[in-house]
């Protein structure tokens, strides 16, 4: 597994903790799915985002707006490509662009293509796979599949959603890097796939995408992990390694998502989400009072959506040491496990 390794290292060297979610981003291009990475403020979206590195063979777009100017520029004619597009923030697309996003997007992604001619423009997108990977905040996510259907819909059974956590960052920092894919590729077409046990991988999107669907994402990502490792065929151990690096990202959404009654879109609490992220920034615990202070919020209000943190069992409380007690709030003590290994990997790899 040393490409996986020096991937890594690469980029958390200077940007630590996420190596492994620009490694997703990429194994996500690789497997042909698009990605949601959901997150507070100042976690490393956009950063993430920025290090996926572009893989051979496929069109790469980025868009800070989105317009059919833009798109026949940057795209025009495409015919059998792989088209990659990033979104750093989708908070920076204005509701003008986010519709002309909504209208175009589904149409690539279910058909594979879409077709615009005027005198002034022409876009004819034929028979391409389109990946998206979008940085978004819990909030605007939330508002959108409660407030836009063909997003909904876009949203519930054509993305993976990766909370980004790292309580391993430290100082922003704001550096360049150019990653590189310094080994080769084997095209996923080239991976064969025999009959593994792929349920521990499948039960991470489960909730994510349809029971159909699940099972396809789950096949896709560890041939693109084996891909990546030069690899042809899928073997026990890519099962076990893509779940190993991955369920601590993926499964959280699993459990905020929620659906108030059998006529509304399924959406995920925003305040829990949010809440989350910041509690599982923080490594030695973080009160209530200094939450409150983040959010600009009560201290009741924190405490009523951590209740339902406590109640899934992804946070836990204790009380502080010294005089004046106060209640902290930490991450799980899995997720707590999960991070303590992925800093000793770090340190071993450094």
């Known amino acids: 597994m040393k490409g996986i390794k020096d991937f890594i290292h690469q980029i958390d060297q200077t940007y630590r903790g996420l190596g492994q979610p620009v490694l997703f981003g990429t194994l996500s291009i690789l497997a042909h799915k ?4 959901i997150g507070g403020r100042g976690v490393g979206k956009t950063r993430v985002i920025k290090l996926v590195p572009d893989v051979p063979n496929t069109l790469v777009s980025n868009w800070d707006s989105f317009t059919l100017e833009g798109l026949d520029h940057d795209v025009g004619e495409a015919i059998g490509q792989d088209l990659v597009w990033k979104v750093e923030e989708f908070s920076t697309l204005s509701k003008y662009h986010r ?3 909504v209208d ?3 149409k690539i992604i279910s058909d594979g293509q879409y077709y615009h001619c005027t005198k002034r423009l022409y876009i004819n997108v034929q028979n391409c796979q389109l990946t998206l990977l979008i940085a978004i905040q819990p909030l605007l996510y939330s508002e959108l599949c409660r407030t836009e259907t063909r997003w909904e819909s876009m949203a519930v059974d054509r ?3 990766f909370l980004l956590l790292n309580p391993l960052r430290k100082d922003t920092k704001d550096i360049e890097l150019k990653i590189s894919l310094s080994h080769n590729l084997i095209p996923l077409t080239q991976v064969a796939h025999p009959t593994i046990d792929l349920s521990r991988v499948e039960s991470l999107f489960r909730e994510q995408v349809s029971k159909g669907r699940s099972y396809l994402f789950a096949r896709d990502y560890v041939r693109a992990l084996a891909s990546f490792l030069g690899e042809q065929h899928v073997k026990p151990e890519h099962v076990d390694l893509f779940y190993d690096m991955f369920w601590a ?3 959280p959404f699993n459990e905020l998502q929620f659906s108030k009654d059998l006529e509304s879109s399924i959406e995920i ?18 009160t209530k009072e200094s939450l409150a202070r983040e959010f600009k919020v009560s201290e ?14 992804l946070i836990h409380k204790s009380l502080g040491s010294g005089r004046g007690k106060k209640t902290l709030y930490f991450m799980s003590p899995q997720y707590e496990a999960f991070f303590k290994c ?3 990997k770090f340190t071993l790899l450094g």
């Open 34 to 37: 698009s990605v949601f990475f």
């Open 99 to 101: 519709r002309i996003f």
């Open 104 to 106: 175009i997007v589904p």
């Open 159 to 161: 993305f993976a959603k």
């Open 249 to 251: 990202y993926l499964r």
């Open 269 to 286: 609490q925003a305040g829990s989400t949010k809440l989350f992220c910041e509690i599982c920034s923080h490594n030695e615990g973080i």
């Open 300 to 313: 009741r209000n924190v405490e009523k959506y951590a209740a339902r943190l406590l109640e899934k069992g």
């Open 342 to 344: 992925y800093s000793n």
